[in-house]
């Protein structure tokens, strides 16, 4: 195994379309492809859409196929398991999809104002106890305002129907234009073409009967955001036979239930 990730780590440094900054590249400054990704990397100037926490980052190649006339890129810390998704797209030849090995903490080193025009999040952990480390937690809304352009879209797709439930509040808080809210995305008769791309996660919960749930919301920038007050039922500690404890100090939930 040891052998199979450092053949990855080698494959990845040789790919063209993936990125790896240094921390010190990037710690409280900005990276050389900051306001240059469409003409310096893909030499166009279609829209950008980026993937925060993509995983395996196959959600970031499906997209590519299915929209050629945008760019796509999956942002996540672990190069490893990015590798699939990138070497997916090198194989295909996909020049439209770019990947980022960085921690979604540093992201503004990365975009500069109004340079992305959607976000998605796909199966983020829902973090129960650290509100701050919500991928649609104000701090990190906060974040993508410095670089999402006005009435660009946030999309989040989840099993976790805590996460879901928060998001939702949060967006009627702080009266965020909400465009599609599904909380069965695949029994809603909803027709897109985002229904035909799902990540190797989705398709276990979908094959355990576990619900995906769908938002999608403009952010907006020129107000104050407020954290909603959102309670954890003492029922959603409890799946499949199996309890998560609320552990002390905010140590973290267990994030493979449907929570």
């Known amino acids: ?43 166009n100037n279609n829209p950008i859409v980026i993937e925060l926490g993509c995983g395996k980052g196959e959600y970031s190649v499906g997209l590519a196929r299915h929209y050629p006339d945008k760019n796509f890129i999956g942002v996540d810390i672990k190069g490893s398991r990015m590798h699939t998704g990138a070497a997916q797209a090198f194989n295909e030849g996909l020049t439209n999809v770019a990947f980022l090995r960085t921690r979604i903490e540093l992201i503004t080193s990365f975009f500069a104002q109004a340079e992305i025009d959607e976000i998605w999040l796909t199966f983020p952990d829902p973090q129960l106890n650290k509100t701050r480390k919500r991928l649609t937690s104000c701090r990190f809304l906060n974040l993508y305002a410095g670089f999402l352009k006005p009435g660009g879209l946030i999309h989040l797709k989840t099993d976790s129907r805590f996460l879901y439930t928060y998001t939702k509040e949060l967006t009627s808080v702080n009266k965020l234009n909400v465009i599609r809210d599904f909380d069965d995305l695949y029994n809603s008769g909803f027709e897109d073409d985002i229904l035909g791309i799902k990540t190797y996660y989705e398709e276990r919960f979908l094959s355990h009967n576990i619900s995906i749930k769908y938002i999608n919301f403009q952010l907006n920038n020129q107000i104050p955001l407020v954290e909603p007050e959102v309670e954890i039922p003492k029922d959603i500690y409890h799946n499949a036979g199996r309890s998560v404890k609320l552990y002390a100090n905010e140590q973290e939930a267990p994030r493979n239930l449907n929570l």
């Not at 400054?29 to 990704?37: A, F, R, S, T, V």
């Open 1 to 43: 195994m040891a052998k199979n990730k450092l053949q990855k780590f080698s494959e990845m440094e040789a790919f063209p379309h993936v990125v790896q900054a240094e921390f010190d590249e990037v710690f409280r400054k900005d990276y050389k492809l900051k306001g240059g990704w469409g003409e310096l990397f893909f030499k």
